[in-house]
């Protein structure tokens, strides 16, 4: 009879485990949630995509674990210099906090303009893990934790390699899970956090030809200002801090007027001509 009684319990448990498991959650929450057990906690890392990015809706741990979301400024450091990164070199990021739970996860992507930017690479593999995620057709990186590091110190550290000249500001989206180690996702706490970068624009970025001289004024207006380019065909691209292209055109015109409705703040005009870059800055009031 007591035999009888522990299958009948293992039974239950089972069954218990299976419906906190797939109750009210979509595909993607199967997906981030596929390795989760009692014992592993997501010990192979979470799926691609769940750092809180805008590629992948902005998905972070609460697609799997319960409990609340906290977003929390400067929990993503780099030794990208003031002036901006150079195009091209290899960064350390540092990302973590103080947990208070028995076990923590994160993971971290780079993006802007809806695109990655730059590639991340394991400083030490037994921390870090990399992982990536096709979203309409263009793939990102990502990059988490491990089971050695989900009940480490709370703090991760890896490379990350800049992209090409004229990628404009960089977005480090991350999503931390600071987990009460209950058995279940209830109780578990989860922080957002983002970090932008700017590109040194005087660095790694070949100038038009003085044959070609460009203008762009006013460089402070309400949205309206032109664009001078001496001849032939150009491509203008206008990026706001965040990294999102907010103004795409190409045109052969050598005065252009252009009108834009956004925000205001800074934004970066992107111009490119005969596989150069210029890039200057706006400001929109």
Known sequence: MKKTLLSITAVIAFGAAIILLTSGQDDGQLEACSNYDPISKLSGGAAGGYSGDPANSNKNCTNCHAGTVIPTSGLTTTN?????YVPGNT????????????????????????LQKGIF???NPTETLIKT????????????????????????????????AGSGPVTFYSAFLDGDDSGGTSGDV???????VQENLNV??????????????PTVSKGNFTIEVNEGDYSIEIYNLT??????KT????????????????????IKKDNKNTIKKIVIQ
């Open 121 to 123: 690479t394991d400083i």
């Open 190 to 196: 989860t922080y957002i956090s983002t970090t932008v």
């Open 243 to 248: 990294g999102e292209k907010v103004f795409e």
């Open 133 to 164: 995620k096709t979203i309409t057709g263009n793939v990102f990186n990502y990059i988490g934790h491990t089971d050695v590091s989900a009940y480490g110190t709370g703090f991760w550290s890896f490379n990350w390699t800049a992209p090409a």
């Open 204 to 217: 790694g970025i070949e100038q038009v030809s003085t044959k070609s001289n460009i203008s762009v004024y």
């Open 251 to 270: 045109t052969n015109a050598s005065v252009e007027h252009v009108s834009l409705n956004v925000n205001s703040g800074l934004y970066f005009v992107n």
């Open 80 to 84: 990208i210099p003031p002036t901006g």
């Open 91 to 114: 960064y350390i990021i540092t990302t973590g906090k103080s947990f208070t739970g028995f076990v923590r996860g994160f993971q971290t992507a780079a993006q802007g303009g809806g």
